[in-house]
């Protein structure tokens, strides 16, 4: 439902015509939907056992990390260092978490930054889609995992703008533009003299931040990665339990060849 909010919140233009959804009342609507969906799905995450009480701990450190490093990319030249988090964090807990961490990290960044404004749900959904693609991705180790994830750190930068370019398209250009939109057009023109648009205007900006997320998920990747990793190892809500003679029970770690204690033995 989320998801499918947000794709309707992006691609009205080729949808509807300007005035039916206009920009004056459609992000205050979108933003309380929005806040009502993610609740719904920190909510059927816990029920699924997907987040629990230390997740949500985790939710709100990552947040808090996030919110306060954006500030030093700025988005000068497209360099924003929100994304690799996003990304990683999507990686190792699952979309559902990606996704609420992209919603909540950039409303704790607008409120502290003084950012809340009509751009910010749409922001909002953009970092949402990054952290869930990212759970999406396919399975892999090692530097395919990283070269795989900073591949994906590179076209999220691009997605994200040109998710955002639509947000404003049909309200920021004269009509007699070549590159404006116009109501009634069929779905290829509007969809070519959108794109026209896009690398007109912000394909530098975009390209700054594919590389800067491609930078850090290079370098900050592998560790990070293992810090999230051995977190998620640490954090199971639920340990095994077995039976003692005399009535008493104890928890036994996992020690499955694939359990996470068998992961923390090799690590040591």
């Not at 950012?115 to 090692?142: K, T």
């Not at 810090?227 to 499955?256: H, L, M, N, W, Y």
């Amino acid at each position: 439902m989320a998801a499918l909010l947000g794709i309707v919140a992006f691609f009205w233009p080729f949808l509807v015509a300007p005035g039916k959804f206009g920009s004056n009342y459609a992000p205050p609507l979108i933003f309380g939907v929005l806040l009502v969906i993610v609740l719904s799905v920190v909510i059927s995450e816990i029920a699924e056992g997907g987040i629990n009480s230390k997740a949500l701990a985790m939710l709100g450190v990552l947040s808090a990390v996030n919110a306060a490093i954006r500030p030093l990319g700025a988005g000068t030249a497209g360099i924003e260092t929100v994304f690799f988090i996003l990304v990683l964090a999507g990686r190792v807990f699952g979309p559902g978490f990606g996704f609420t961490l992209g919603c909540t990290s950039l409303f704790a960044s607008a409120l502290i930054t003084g950012g809340v404004g009509p751009w910010m749900p749409y922001q909002m959904f953009g970092c949402a889609f990054v952290g869930m693609l990212a759970g999406f991705l396919p399975r892999a180790s090692g530097r395919k995992e990283v070269a795989l994830l900073a591949a994906y750190g590179s076209i999220s930068g691009y997605l994200f703008g040109f998710l955002l370019n639509l947000s404003f398209w049909p309200f920021s250009l004269d009509p007699n533009s070549s590159i404006a939109y116009l109501p009634g057009l069929p779905f290829t023109e509007q969809f070519h003299r959108y794109l026209a648009f896009d690398l007109a205007t912000s394909l530098g900006w975009d390209t700054g931040r594919a590389v800067t997320n491609f930078i850090c998920v290079c370098l900050a990747g592998p560790a990070v990665l293992t810090v999230f990793r051995r977190a998620a190892r640490k954090a199971r809500f639920q340990a095994p339990i077995r039976f003692a003679p005399g009535g008493t029970t104890e928890e036994v770690p996992d020690t499955s060849p694939t359990g996470p204690g068998a992961a923390a033995s090799r690590t040591t």
